[in-house]
Structures are given as structure tokens and as C-alpha cells.
């Protein structure tokens, strides 16, 4: 059975949603608003839950708060958005601070099952050494653990994702509108906005300011460099 933490101020949500995912092989555990889904949580410490359902809007702590909370304390836990607020900005901002997807409300709980069930097969480690590199930027796909010049970078399920997709396609152009699609995760609601986000958040992680791996072709999308950023 997945567990998964729901938290979010609506109660009949979880009524919802708990039969449905139960009947799917999934364990809804609920919390009503942030500081007590925190303490489900159980702090940095890990195993109690698979992944997170988090709403955007909820009183004394908002969704976006806790999910900083839970990046720092939880490291990579999966977590969903779930939020009314449909606008693009409010999914860049979640998915910059490292969300895994992103829900807006209303939605179907078979819609949300796989939402879930995605991102779960994303983070689930493969087996065998698939290491990939470019760049000076290696990546290793079972474990999902990037380094840059023999330096390891912490990077969200979203970047891992998405700079996998420029590894493997490194020296060509990856447009904007095809990028997530590119990186397996064309499931995620959001626009070229987020991935601009993204780029440049990936940008900071790899020490490439200014740039010189990720380059920008302007009014078209990304390429990575081939090669490092000595030529090496």
C-alpha cells in the first residue's frame, strides 16, 4: 500500500477521496491544516509517508510555506499541489519551490490517482547503472543523484527531470513547449513560464552563472553543451 499524507482545511475531500484511493491501494492519512500535517510528518524524520497531497490555501500556514518546511526537512518527499487557484502564477511559484506536480481544483479522484501514481514511478529508483553526462554534468538515473565536476547537487524531482531530458539531447535544441514533454513530465499542468523557472533555478544549482552549459537560444527553447565548461 502507498501512504499518502492529505493536507488540506477541507475535511470532505478526504471523505472523497479516502474509499476511492483505499480501493486503489493507496492510505489516506489527513491532516486539517499545516503546522499539524508538519507534525505528521514527523520532522526530518522519513518513512511515515510515501508522498504528500497539499493544499495551496489554508489557514495559519499557507501550502507553499509547509511545502518549503517539507523540502527542508523532508528532502525529496513527493509532494502535489492541490489548489482552486488556477492561475500560472501560482503553479510556478509551488513547482519552483520544488512541488512535484500541481492539481488545480475541481478534480476527479481517478484524475488524481494518476497524478499520484506518476509521480511515485518517477521517484521510484531503477535498477542497473544508467549513468549519463555532459557538460561536466553527470546523472545517474536509478538513484537520481546529479553531480557537476565531481560535486553532488540537490535538485527537486522537476530538475532532475528536466535536465535528463538536456543530457540525453545535449548539443541540440530542446523547444520551450516540448521541454517537460522531452523530460517525461508533460502530465504537469504549467506553461513556458515554469520552465524559464526552472532553467534558471538549475542554472543556480550547477554554478552556471553566467551561462555556459545551459545556453538560451533565444525565442526558440535550450541546448546543453556537449562539453564542459573548459572545453574539458
Known amino acids: 500500500m502507498i501512504r499518502v499524507l492529505l493536507i488540506d482545511d477541507d475535511r470532505r475531500l478526504f471523505e472523497l477521496l479516502?474509499?476511492?484511493?483505499?480501493?486503489n491501494g493507496v492510505t489516506l492519512a489527513y491532516a486539517p491544516d499545516g503546522p499539524k500535517g508538519?507534525?505528521?510528518?514527523?520532522?526530518?524524520?522519513?518513512?511515515?509517508?510515501?508522498?504528500?497531497?497539499?493544499?495551496v490555501m489554508m489557514p495559519q500556514m499557507d501550502g507553499l510555506e509547509v511545502l518549503r518546511r517539507i523540502?527542508?526537512?523532508?528532502g525529496a518527499l513527493p509532494v502535489i499541489m492541490l489548489t482552486a487557484r488556477g492561475d500560472e502564477t501560482d503553479r510556478?511559484?509551488?513547482?519552483?519551490?520544488?512541488?512535484?506536480?500541481?492539481?488545480?481544483?475541481?478534480?476527479?479522484?481517478?484524475?488524481?490517482?494518476?497524478?499520484l501514481r506518476a509521480v511515485m514511478r518517477r521517484g521510484r529508483p531503477e535498477t542497473g547503472d544508467q549513468r549519463i553526462s555532459a557538460a561536466g554534468i553527470s546523472a545517474d538515473l536509478g538513484t537520481r543523484e546529479v553531480s557537476v565536476d565531481g560535486r553532488v547537487?540537490?535538485?527537486?524531482?522537476?530538475?532532475?527531470?528536466?535536465?535528463?531530458?538536456?543530457?540525453?539531447?545535449?548539443?541540440?535544441v530542446?523547444?520551450?513547449?516540448a521541454l517537460l514533454a522531452e523530460a517525461g513530465r508533460d502530465d504537469?499542468?504549467?506553461?513556458?513560464?515554469?520552465?524559464?523557472?526552472?532553467?534558471?533555478?538549475?542554472?543556480?544549482?550547477?554554478?552556471?552563472?553566467p551561462p555556459q552549459r545551459i545556453k538560451t537560444?533565444?525565442?526558440?527553447?535550450?541546448?546543453?553543451?556537449r562539453e564542459g565548461v573548459n572545453g574539458a
Open 18 to 23: 479516502e474509499t476511492y484511493l483505499a480501493q
Open 38 to 55: 508538519l507534525a505528521a510528518l514527523g520532522g526530518g524524520q522519513s518513512g511515515a509517508y510515501d508522498a504528500v497531497l497539499l493544499d
Open 71 to 74: 523540502r527542508v526537512e523532508k
Open 92 to 115: 510556478v511559484v509551488g513547482l519552483e519551490l520544488g512541488a512535484d506536480d500541481y492539481v488545480p481544483k475541481p478534480f476527479s479522484p481517478r484524475e488524481l490517482l494518476a497524478r
Open 153 to 172: 547537487v540537490e535538485l527537486t524531482g522537476l530538475e532532475f527531470d528536466i535536465l535528463v531530458a538536456l543530457i540525453k539531447r545535449a548539443g541540440r
Open 174 to 177: 530542446i523547444p520551450r513547449n
Open 188 to 209: 504537469v499542468v504549467v506553461g513556458e513560464r515554469t520552465v524559464d523557472v526552472h532553467i534558471s533555478r538549475l542554472r543556480k544549482k550547477l554554478g552556471d552563472d
Open 217 to 225: 537560444v533565444r525565442g526558440v527553447g535550450y541546448v546543453l553543451s
